[in-house]
């Protein structure tokens, strides 16, 4: 596939319990971030029905390259670091390019 389709990211994040909140807030400060840089097509962040440990964030970037640039942002450096005291497991993040 080429470099400059559209990527998919479905990211599923854990939340120990008792750290739901915070991992909200910081999921909350990541998506409205992400959302302005350039090459962000849609970021959007989904709770589990039911289950308030668990946590979805839907990402479509314009391409790896953006994509690529996403992961470089202060903003995404910071939450990684201040989010990995608050999982109870290592995210689960699937990368879908498009079909065709």
């Given at each position: 596939?080429p470099?400059?389709?559209?990527i998919?990211?479905?990211?599923?994040?854990?939340?120990e319990?008792g750290?739901?909140?915070?991992?909200?807030?910081?999921?909350?400060?990541?998506?409205?971030?992400?959302?302005?840089?350039?090459?962000?097509?849609?970021?959007?962040?989904?709770?589990?029905?039911?289950?308030?440990?668990?946590?979805?964030?839907?990402?479509i970037?314009?391409?790896?390259?953006?994509?690529?640039?996403?992961?470089?942002?202060?903003?995404?450096?910071?939450?990684?670091?201040?989010?990995?005291?608050?999982?109870?497991?290592?995210p689960?993040?699937?990368?879908f390019?498009?079909a065709?």
């Amino acid at each position: 596939m080429p470099n400059n389709l559209p990527i998919v990211i479905i990211a599923r994040l854990k939340a120990e319990e008792g750290l739901e909140e915070d991992l909200l807030t910081e999921l909350r400060s990541l998506v409205e971030a992400s959302k302005k840089e350039e090459g962000c097509i849609q970021y959007v962040l989904h709770k589990l029905e039911g289950v308030p440990t668990d946590f979805m964030i839907y990402e479509i970037w314009k391409s790896q390259k953006a994509l690529d640039e996403h992961t470089l942002q202060p903003h995404y450096q910071n939450f990684s670091f201040k989010a990995a005291s608050m999982l109870a497991e290592q995210p689960t993040i699937d990368k879908f390019e498009q079909a065709f």
